[in-house]
């Protein structure tokens, strides 16, 4: 399969800070790009779906000022998580499709561990 | 409204038993499944997935679900489990004519197999 590869695996930050994560896809060309967050022991909770060159769409509860998401190219897409606090403090993980559709497989990065101190 | 939901939040097995994970959905329209497991600390790997025509789908090791449209389910089902297979397992739904067909993720079930 093709490889989405997310940087970094994990992070340690300050509380008031600021922390970017990456997310590429190595092989192809991912025209729609997802985030997702994942408390301990739960499923994942969709945060947006960007789309190449457009800005993201938000899912209902998610603060888009708090958390921005990049689509600048084809093959990246950036979250950055603006003044951290603790409750911010979650797995991560981007997927990306190469194509939009439902019977496209969508692959996913290997997530982020983000710790808020 | 759409939904996934997976029965069990937790399954222990001993090696070599047969498992069965459950989904089941609700959508009025066509969907398409996905089973994906996640291994700690990593994302998320496709297992199998079913999309059209024969509505048993396998995988390459030793899993196969089945797309039950009268049910809505999308049962995961293995005759003999290894260690190895000890993960998360989450059920997914992609739901035709939804924006970007974003999946809907069931809550997981953890699979442990024991010695």
């Known amino acids: 399969g093709a490889v989405v590869s997310q940087h970094p695996s994990w992070v340690i930050c300050k509380s008031g800070t600021s922390v970017k994560i990456e997310c590429r896809s190595l092989?192809?060309?991912?025209?729609?790009m997802f985030w997702y967050r994942q408390f301990p022991k739960q499923s994942l909770m969709l945060m947006a779906t960007?789309?190449?060159?457009?800005?993201?769409?938000?899912e209902q509860g998610v603060e888009k000022d708090k958390f921005l998401i990049n689509h600048a190219s084809l093959t990246l897409s950036t979250l950055t998580v603006t003044s951290a606090h603790p409750e911010d403090s979650s797995f991560y993980i981007c997927?990306?499709?190469?194509?939009?559709?439902?019977?496209?497989?969508?692959?996913f990065g290997q997530g982020t561990r983000l710790t808020v101190v | 409204a759409q939904s996934v939901t997976q029965l069990d939040s937790q399954v222990p097995v001993f090696e070599e038993a047969p498992v069965e994970l459950r989904c089941n959905y609700s959508s009025s329209v066509s969907v398409y499944l996905f089973w994906y497991v996640q291994y700690p600390n990593q994302g998320l790997q496709l297992l199998l997935k079913y999309l059209s025509g024969s509505t048993l789908v396998k995988s390459i090791n030793g899993f196969e679900a089945e797309f039950n449209k009268s049910q809505t389910s999308f049962h995961l089902r293995k005759p003999s489990v290894h260690i190895s297979d000890t993960a998360e397992y989450f059920c997914?739904?992609?739901?035709?004519?939804?924006?970007?067909?974003?999946?809907?993720f069931g809550k997981g079930t953890l699979l442990t197999v024991n010695p």
């Open positions: 960007s789309n190449e060159g457009s800005k993201a769409t938000y």
């Open positions: 997914a739904v992609s739901f035709s004519g939804g924006s970007n067909y974003k999946l809907t």
């Open positions: 092989d192809f060309q991912a025209t729609t």
């Open positions: 997927s990306a499709r190469a194509h939009q559709g439902a019977r496209t497989e969508a692959f």
